[in-house]
């Protein structure tokens, strides 16, 4: 969707390596989030934010860290904790009401070397 | 939060024929999201639905919310090749903050 913009499309990592996914948005949404997308496995959610300088643990967070320093950024750092991190990682916002959809950005595809 | 299963996961369908894709939760639903993912890209937005019973189209998609706010359906009518994609169905978590996704059902077109 415009306005949120995911970067790198394409990552790759070695074993014991950090790795930081960027996501920021200029739709001055409160709420983002962090998704993880294996095939057939639907969306899993890693880590949302409402807020600046708070965050959440979604279903899936062991092996992740976030920061939310700025509204229209936040972050995804994939540890080296994470021991299968290979998958398709969605960025996505929206405005802070529970009738409101969610916008993603393209994506980052995340591959271990 | 709240779990929602979607069925079938894959259909693979003649250019013309139609498509329905359903979303079945085990306890009432607040409202309920459709997304679409093509190929390679990322899921956007179709539609909500809020009220028991509720039906909206849009143009071949007519969408589905049962009575009991438990169940949903998309059917699309005569399928195009441009209807290719994953379809998703997402209800609002544990206050509303997050939302939980089925796991999709992948749609494939031949023409």
């Known amino acids: 969707d415009g306005g949120i913009t995911q970067s790198p499309k394409y990552l790759f990592r070695k074993e014991g390596q950090n790795v930081t996914l960027s996501c920021e948005q200029n739709l001055n949404h409160d709420a983002m989030y962090w998704y993880r997308q294996d095939p057939g496995q639907g969306l899993r959610l890693i880590y949302y934010s409402q807020i600046v300088n708070d965050f959440q643990k979604g279903d899936i967070a062991e092996g992740y860290s976030v920061s939310r320093e700025k509204k229209e950024s936040f972050p995804l750092t994939v540890t080296s904790a994470q021991k299968n991190p290979t998958a398709f990682y969605l960025c996505?916002?929206?405005?802070?009401?529970?009738?409101?959809?969610?916008?993603f950005g393209d994506g980052t595809r995340l591959s271990i070397l | 939060g709240q779990q929602v299963m979607q069925i079938p996961q894959y259909q693979h369908v003649q250019e013309g024929e139609d498509f329905t894709t359903y979303c079945n939760s085990s306890t009432t639903l607040s409202n309920i999201q459709w997304y679409k993912q093509r190929p390679g890209g990322h899921p956007v937005f179709l539609i909500q639905l809020v009220k028991s019973g509720e039906v909206k189209k849009q143009k071949r998609l007519t969408f589905q919310f049962g009575e009991a706010k438990k169940n949903s359906s998309l059917h699309i009518t005569a399928t195009q090749t441009t209807d290719v994609g994953t379809y998703f169905c997402?209800?609002?978590?544990?206050?509303?903050?997050?939302?939980?996704f089925g796991k999709g059902t992948m749609l494939l077109v031949s023409p």
């Open positions: 997402a209800s609002p978590g544990g206050g509303y903050s997050t939302l939980t």
């Open positions: 996505a916002s929206r405005r802070q009401n529970s009738n409101q959809p969610q916008h």
